[in-house]
């Protein structure tokens, strides 16, 4: 089988990225989408909460609505999607294989291919939580999807484990579907999830959230009866400190201790990863270091907005089209982003600047909570070349910063290959 | 009916003598007193095929282990088991060590072990270029391998049952009466009666071994638990082959290995422990890190995908004690079976069915015997399939297309099929033993409930009626029941 544009996924991302290359001009019928579930959709198929959208539509949409919105623009355009198919492996030069039950085995090759494989939770096995392994301990997600998609419930008192949205989220959704709620532990002093959902999932329900405690011991033989948790020492990396601990007993413990971008097929390929994200390493045009493989969505790094995804899957889109398009590639004269003091990761990491460059807007997250700071991106001789005031930063809070597609071109002239992006202290 | 033979425990040795004894035209039971095979120490171990170097001379276990290992190759191949001779090195670092892989070469020659050689500090970095700069030496043994022990004991219990042997699943035998020539074995509810029994039960050995008669017996049985930690399969290319520390007094040391499936394992420490407590402990963990990383300093705790602890069944002996009952008649012990009584167990199983001829079971060759875990053949993996037996897996039946597991690449077939098989998979557990579904990465988070459903299908039942692993260990309940449970206790 050959296509113009294969796109792996076919969750917010996948979708939005077939969109945009379609409306860029590319024939629908020269676009395969391959989704692994039974349904387009991702993971908002089970995001049965509101939330999503205000930014994309204005409106607030549930999970499904929104991935509804995509999936009926997808079949406008007759873009077609393969569903309950994995792909198997992908190759630097854009051969890959995948299975399906309607299709069977099929080799595949595409003149672009678009990585929106999503992301996977992390584990108990990958935080190590010491104890027996009975049933009953869950990630978030997997709770959610009985819960909202199978109708089933995972436990009746429920610890969870980590502050992070979805686990935010499933602290509200037990409790409304008649569970109890015993409390929230979070490792760090600060919680990892949106403040709007720290206020609506956990205050307006009285459910504690424990900052700086975690889970040292899991109990039960067949099924959880309990759970230990305990303060941690921020100054002796986070261990729990003896005499802290409090047996909680409990049938079932939720993990939502974070989210890790699924890149099996990405690596798989050779293409250069960025250890801190844990996504590939891409330009603005969200092109890995594989030519004409582009990535986005959770697959290239955490979102926790779904109108970001979209957003950042539409310039991926756009730009596979283009290239399909065979414009020109230019020789591109390249700036890659250094991130400094706060700053955890950039995505982009690198800018390239050709003739038709364009406003770039870099996302990055922070590596801890500030308050009244600003946001600086500097030249090689330290001079802002854009800056933004921030109230308040959290390492939970996706921040994002717009260079002007004049004072990149500029930056280019000059012969500069790299800028900073760091945070500034301003005085309070 | 009365059986020719009853297997007491359907661990590795349990399992293996069920499957020689399937060869025989004899009738044969197992009891077993877990939901599965494989349920104890077979179930969670370093998953080695020792080459038999490390074994008293002189000993049962050196004669067991060194033939065991010798035959264990031909048996995975006939069961469609991986196996991987992979090789294994003891490394020393310094003088007092290498003392001990000279005492240690000299018993594998003395044992009759093949392909010994202590390799020079260089010699052991070109085979494995991760080793600790402070390693001085290694003896390498190119025999030892690696297997999945519980994938071993599914196979040889499938082999088995495809040729009649039947099993008994949640028998733990509390009662033993002798009439008439042949035994009756309670569990307290129901009974298997067989003229000959075969003592493989592992941890319960010695306590078996008393309920059927053998009172005065003097061995005890110490559980004694084994701490591992499973790493990503991107770790798994760190080491070519099995690295041990040089043992020292305590035991052999914590290990650095490859699985057949790819991934990296560590571990074990030894504790003795409380029977049945497979907890794991955080200083455990600490303790076979810091092990490991003594022999591989890349090894990485963040990378570790799930940790467990397994079950050793060492016996005061020390040694295996494979035996005729002197008290009673038509009973055969195999007692103290621990490490490396994966490597022997073909071997055992081979000694035990000659110690029930010796008692006059008469062995003859079973007519229309099948070699294979299932009358057509041995079910394969579509993970373990080349490209073209995987579109011919899908043209046959298109559940072959549908992955369910992600992370290790099982379809809705392998989960059927293992559904489907001589001993059918019932559980989340049973499922992940035979099919791998939820043992990758994501270690289920994605598969449990789609693996749930199917599971429920089958069973014509609903979501909350399926478990883990049996027992208690439900998945999920009905909303109202959850309502009412937090009512009660409000």
Known sequence: ?428 | MIYDVLIIGAGITGTMTARCLAAYDCSVAVAEAGPDVAWEATRANSAIIHAGYDCVPGTVKAKMNVRGCAMMEEICRTLGVSYKKCGSHVVAFGEEDEATLRELYDRGIRNGVTGLRILTREELRQMEPNISEAATASLWAPGAGIVCPYGLAIAAAENAATNGVDFYFRFAVSGVRETDGYYTVSNGTDTICARRIVNAAGVSSADVAKMLGDEGLDVQITPRRGEYILMDKKCGGTVNSTLFAAPSAKGKGVLVARTVHGNLLIGPNANEVERGDTSVTAAGLAEITAGAKRLVPSVNPRQSITNFAGIRATPSTHDFMLFASEEKKGIIHAIGVESPGLASSPAVAEYIVQLLSEDGLILRKRENYIPTRRAEGNPKLFAEMTDEERAAAIAADPAYGRIICRCETVTEGDLLSAMHSPLPARDIDMLKRRTRAGMGRCQGGFCSPRAAALLAADQGTTLDHITKSGGGSWLVRKREDIVREVEDHA
């Open chain 1, 1 to 428: 089988m050959r296509k113009k544009l294969i796109v792996i996924g076919g969750g917010p991302a996948g979708l939005a990225a077939a969109v945009a290359a379609c409306d860029a001009g590319i024939a629908p019928s020269d676009i395969l989408i391959l989704e692994r579930d039974r349904e387009p959709g991702g993971i908002l198929n089970q995001c049965i909460h509101t939330g999503f959208g205000l930014h994309r539509f204005g409106e607030e949409l549930s999970g499904p609505e929104y991935a509804g919105r995509y999936v009926d623009m997808v079949r406008q355009r007759q873009i077609k999607i393969v569903t309950d198919a994995m792909v198997l492996s992908l190759s630097e030069d854009r051969h890959l294989s995948f299975v399906s039950p309607a299709t069977g085995f099929v080799r595949a090759e595409a003149d672009a291919v678009i990585l929106a494989m999503g992301c996977r939770e992390r584990t108990r096995g990958a935080l190590s939580i010491p104890g027996t392994r009975p049933a009953g301990v869950y990630t978030a997600g997997c709770a959610q999807r009985y819960v909202n998609m199978e109708g089933y419930m995972p436990g009746s008192r429920v610890v969870i484990l980590g502050s992070g949205d979805i686990g935010l989220i499933m602290a509200r959704r037990m409790t409304l579907e008649g569970a109890k709620v015993l409390c929230v532990c979070e490792l760090m002093p600060y919680s990892g999830g949106l403040a709007r959902n720290i206020v609506q999932c956990l205050n307006d329900f009285d459910i504690p959230l424990h900052l700086s405690h975690t889970v040292t011991q899991i109990h039960g033989k067949d099924r959880v009866t309990g759970v230990t948790i305990a303060a941690v020492d921020e100054a002796n990396g986070r261990r729990p400190i003896p005499g802290t601990e409090q047996y909680i007993p409990c049938d079932t413990l939720l993990l939502s201790v974070g989210l890790i971008p699924e890149n099996e097929l990405t690596v798989g390929a050779g293409i250069h990863m960025d250890p801190v994200t844990g996504g590939a390493d891409v330009n603005q045009h969200r092109e890995t270091s594989a030519e004409g493989i582009y990535a986005c969505g959770n697959a290239l790094h955490v979102h926790d907005l779904v109108d970001y995804v979209s957003e950042e899957a539409e310039i991926a889109g756009r730009a596979a089209a283009q290239r399909i398009q065979a414009m020109e590639k230019q020789s591109a004269h390249t700036i890659t982003v250094k991130t400094g003091f706060g700053v955890r990761y950039s995505v982009p990491q690198r800018i390239d600047v050709t003739d038709g460059v364009e406003d770039v807007r870099l996302f990055f997250r922070v590596c801890d909570p500030y308050k009244k700071v600003r946001v600086l991106v500097t030249d090689e001789q330290g001079n802002a070349i854009a800056k933004r005031a921030r109230n308040a930063v959290a390492p939970g809070e996706m921040e994002s910063i717009t260079l002007r597609a004049d004072a990149i071109r500029m930056l280019a002239d000059s012969g500069c290959t790299q800028i900073g992006l760091c945070l500034e202290q301003m005085e309070v």
